[in-house]
């Protein structure tokens, strides 16, 4: 498939820039290099989903912390980062309380422990909305364009990028995320470094309940909003908050999520394509009581009732990537941003809070770099690029790989153990005290402690 080549013949000529992937990175950074004042960017991004937004399949809640939210900041016009930040603006007291699933007991409410990382939830479709605004507006946004193969091309020290459906380009930026799989721009370039992990499962649930259907949630999760269980090698998190209409005033109807993570054989509850949906969740449900020993009025029947859009899948993770572009200048053309370079597990909810950071961070660098707005397809070098995307990975590698490892030790605590539970009562009694919270903090993976800058 060619893509037709309209954008690409403006004058003053562009940089173009294609980004792989309307994901939350991809969004991005394509608003942000849109509203470039000089227009120095010509902006193209390609998404295999026809409609990438689907509001079932993707109706859970992000938590932004500070690195979602200057993510924003930076990419968003003041405009629309305003008008996003009422939409999330009443909801800290729903921070997820963690509890004992075996018997209920509420060992924390995460938005009063002044030590834990702020962090503000926001519909993930409402997040979208406002992110595919302006890409729609300025006809950057192209649906149903799977990219699936990628070449570089030498053209002397200008070299392009040339994706299946393209005739060149001069950057491409992967914004793919880690569920692409074999056709990932990852693995094309050769990274290979985002993997599922091995024997480990995640079964999920989720869709839009109506107000009698709410009323039978456990008082639990009506009360707290959002639940999180750690029960050494199965964790967990369910929610339930009330949908708003496009006008952000509340509706009769609710969004329930849940996610179970555990051994790879919980993936087989969800197996039997003749089986229906209640089917599955209640053998769910009966594993729980009977292979846990969790309070059969708690989870189970939030599974139970949250039996809609039943998913079962793999966790993917990723390691710090070895020196892939082995000094070939022109691989400096291709940036991986996103879950793309570092999927990481969702236990910490970070995955969206550092795509959102990486698209800020390299949108910084493109626009503060001295491409001419006259000339810029000369005046971006290979060796320009390269130094770009090395800048670029300097800053990201640190800062998203630190998370990606703190995800994947935060399930290493058992609550519903004496050791377990003794470690994290430690734990809540030093944050509360806040004297010897940071080392207990830190063995727990829980978090940092920092107030979010609007
Ligand atoms: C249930 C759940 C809860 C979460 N909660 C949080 C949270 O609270 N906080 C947080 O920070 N993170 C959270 N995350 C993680 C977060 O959703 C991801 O880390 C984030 O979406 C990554 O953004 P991305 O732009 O890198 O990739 P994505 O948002 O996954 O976007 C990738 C896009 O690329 C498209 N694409 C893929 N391959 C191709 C191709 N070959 N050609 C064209 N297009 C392609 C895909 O269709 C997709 O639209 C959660 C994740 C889940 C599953």
Redesign the pocket.
Same mark, same amino acid.
């Given at each position: 498939m060619t893509y037709p080549a309209t954008n690409f013949t403006s004058n003053p000529p562009r940089l173009r820039v294609l980004i792989?992937?309307?994901?939350?990175?991809?969004l991005c950074i394509a608003n942000s290099l849109l509203r470039d004042p000089a227009q120095r960017f010509d902006v193209s991004v390609?998404? &295999?989903?026809t409609v990438?937004f689907d509001s079932e399949r993707g109706g859970?809640?992000?938590?932004l912390g500070q690195d979602?939210i200057t993510g924003l900041k930076t990419c968003l016009s003041p405009e629309t980062y305003l008008e996003l930040s009422q939409a999330w603006g009443q909801e800290l007291s729903r921070a997820p309380a963690i509890f004992q699933p075996t018997d209920g007991t509420i060992l924390a409410k995460l938005a009063e422990l002044k030590l834990y990382p702020q962090s503000r939830a926001v519909p993930r479709t409402a997040l979208k909305e406002y992110l595919v605004r302006l890409p729609m507006e300025r006809g950057a946004l192209h649906f149903g364009? &799977?990219?699936?193969s990628l070449v570089y091309q030498d053209n002397g020290d200008v070299s392009e990028v040339v994706l299946k459906f393209e005739d060149g380009s001069k950057i491409v930026i992967a914004?793919?995320?880690s569920?692409?799989k074999a056709?990932?721009l990852n693995r094309l370039a050769g990274l290979n470094n985002v993997k599922l992990l091995a024997g480990t499962a995640v079964c999920?649930g989720r869709g839009k309940i109506d107000a009698s259907t709410r009323a039978k949630l456990p008082k639990i999760l009506l009360d707290n909003g959002s639940l999180l269980y750690l029960s050494g090698e199965t964790t967990g998190f369910c929610a339930v908050y009330e949908l708003k209409d496009a006008r952000g005033n509340p509706t009769e109807d609710s969004f329930l999520f849940w996610?179970h993570n555990g051994p790879e054989k919980i993936a087989d509850l969800f197996a039997g394509t003749d089986d229906d949906d209640d089917t599955k969740a209640g053998r769910m449900a009966e594993h729980m009581v009977r292979d846990l020993g969790f309070d059969p009025q708690i989870l189970p029947e939030v599974v139970r009732i949250g039996n809609r859009n039943l998913k079962a899948g793999q966790l993917s993770s990723s390691t710090t990537p070895h020196d892939w572009r082995e000094g070939v200048a022109q691989r400096g053309r291709l940036i991986f941003i996103?879950?793309?370079i570092h999927a990481m597990t969702?236990s910490r909810?970070?995955?969206?809070?550092q795509?959102m950071r990486d698209a800020a961070e390299l949108s910084n660098l493109l626009l503060g770099n001295s491409i001419d707005a006259e000339s810029p397809r000369t005046r971006l070098t290979d060796k320009d690029a390269l130094a770009l995307a090395k800048k670029f990975d300097e800053e990201m590698y640190p800062r998203a790989f630190g998370w990606v490892k703190a995800s994947e030790t935060a399930g290493n605590v058992d609550t519903t153990t004496w050791s377990g539970y003794l470690k994290m009562s430690l734990f809540l009694n030093a944050v509360r005290l806040g004297g010897l919270a940071v080392t207990l903090r830190d063995s727990l993976g829980l978090g940092t402690s920092k107030t979010l800058t609007f």
């Open positions: 792989v992937g309307a994901g939350l990175s991809g390609f998404e &295999r989903d990438a859970y809640q992000i938590r979602g364009r &799977r990219v699936d914004a793919d995320g569920r692409s056709s990932s999920q996610g996103g879950d793309s969702p909810g970070q995955g969206a809070n795509a």
